[in-house]
């Protein structure tokens, strides 16, 4: 007969939930008794798992209040019902624990890694990202930046495990566990699906746009299309673990559509003519507030920031303040800072040319 919560001291419940993930979890998961722990040595909370604890973190964040102004591809959407970064992440968390409850794996990691792996995404979506890469000579990409935000600029001393699963959703880096695999792979379904139905409602396409070949292998509508690729991930995953393979993967055939529907978007939506206009107003504003705080870092909240080895860097520091900005807050900043300021004119005086 198995405790419930009620039946436990508090003291017991972290104990009853390892207890519970040895007995369900795969044998390819990762237990969160097993976890590496963190960089500072902390008590844990007798009541949560230490990838619980992780997940309460980032939501807790500043960083991560701040996705909810964040563009996903419309940027400063006006509509209510397109998407910003946050919602974004909370689609991938979602489509990722459904993942990893299906394939028995731990659950609370691939949350956590789902919520955090987003909060390094500058202003203006990957437009903001490319143009900082352009700007800064050491580079940037919002994967590490995600990582150092939970390390160094507001640190939340997370596991090496949440961390791993953050840094590692670069393209070329594999990553360390299962869980990271199942959000790297969710992601760029959940994202394709969503930036299709938010391009139809910006009107730049209709739902018959899509290639033939692709809706033959992924269906007709985004529901349908989103479903496929979740159930055909569980069943070709399963399948590599009776083999004894470590790897979350897709078949070959739905792997294809997906990497075509995503050249489809870039070539159709991503990379269009109003998406290029946008990203040469995008660049004023951060190339203007860019060059404004490296003659001026003293205007940076505590510009004290340093490195992780403590030796001052005034471009890291700008970095660090402009990417972590929302669309919002850097539009206003740019036009604080840098365009004239209308002169307040005297009521009085102010009767027409001819008064």
């Known amino acids: 007969m198995s405790l419930s919560l009620s039946d436990l001291d508090v003291r017991d419940v972290r104990a009853m939930l390892h207890r519970q993930e040895?007995?369900?979890?795969?044998?390819?998961?990762?237990?969160?008794?097993?976890?590496?722990?963190?960089?500072?040595?902390?008590?844990?909370l007798r009541y949560q798992t230490v990838f619980q604890s992780d997940r309460n973190?980032?939501?807790?964040?500043?960083?991560?209040?701040?996705?909810?102004?964040?563009?996903?591809?419309?940027?400063?959407?006006?509509?209510?019902?397109?998407r910003t970064r946050l919602t974004h992440t909370l689609e991938v968390s979602q489509v990722a624990r459904t993942v990893a409850r299906a394939l028995r794996l731990n659950e609370d990691l691939t949350e956590a890694i789902a919520l955090g792996h987003d909060l390094g995404h500058p202003p203006f979506g990957h437009t903001g990202e490319a143009i900082l890469q352009e700007?800064?000579?050491?580079?940037?990409?919002?994967?590490?930046?995600?990582?150092?935000?939970?390390?160094?600029?507001?640190?939340?001393n997370l596991t090496a495990e949440v961390l791993d699963g953050m840094a590692s959703q670069l393209n070329q880096t594999t990553p360390g566990t299962l869980e990271a695999q199942v959000v790297k792979m969710t992601d760029r379904m959940t994202y394709?699906?969503?930036?299709?139905?938010?391009?139809?409602?910006?009107?730049?396409?209709?739902?018959?746009?899509?290639?033939?070949d692709i809706e033959h292998t992924l269906g007709k509508d985004r529901k349908t299309r989103l479903e496929t690729m979740i159930a055909d991930m569980i069943e070709q995953s399963q399948q590599q673990f009776e083999k004894n393979q470590r790897v979350i993967t897709v078949s070959e055939d739905v792997r294809d559509a997906i990497t075509a529907l995503r050249q489809w978007m870039f070539?159709?939506?991503?990379?269009?003519?109003?998406?290029?206009?946008?990203?040469?107003?995008?660049?004023?504003?951060?190339?203007?507030l860019v060059q404004h705080f490296l003659?001026?870092?003293?205007?940076?909240?505590?510009p004290e920031q340093v490195t992780s080895d403590n030796t001052p860097e005034i471009s890291l520091a700008v970095l660090d303040y402009v990417s972590g900005m929302t669309d919002r807050y850097a539009t206003d900043l740019y036009c604080q800072l840098l365009l004239p300021t209308p002169y307040p004119v005297d009521k009085g005086l102010d009767k027409g040319l001819f008064v």
């Open 22 to 44: 040895q007995e369900w979890l795969h044998p390819f998961a990762l237990q969160s008794a097993q976890s590496q722990g963190r960089k500072a040595t902390e008590p844990d």
């Open 57 to 82: 973190r980032i939501v807790s964040s500043k960083a991560f209040r701040r996705l909810k102004h964040k563009t996903q591809v419309f940027i400063s959407p006006v509509g209510d019902h397109y």
């Open 135 to 156: 700007l800064f000579p050491q580079g940037f990409n919002h994967e590490a930046q995600s990582v150092r935000i939970a390390s160094i600029i507001e640190p939340l």
């Open 192 to 212: 394709l699906q969503h930036d299709v139905e938010d391009a139809i409602r910006a009107g730049l396409m209709r739902e018959t746009d899509i290639p033939a």
């Open 267 to 288: 070539d159709h939506i991503y990379l269009s003519p109003s998406q290029v206009q946008q990203k040469q107003k995008v660049h004023r504003v951060l190339s203007g």
């Open 295 to 302: 003659n001026h870092p003293e205007q940076i909240p505590q």
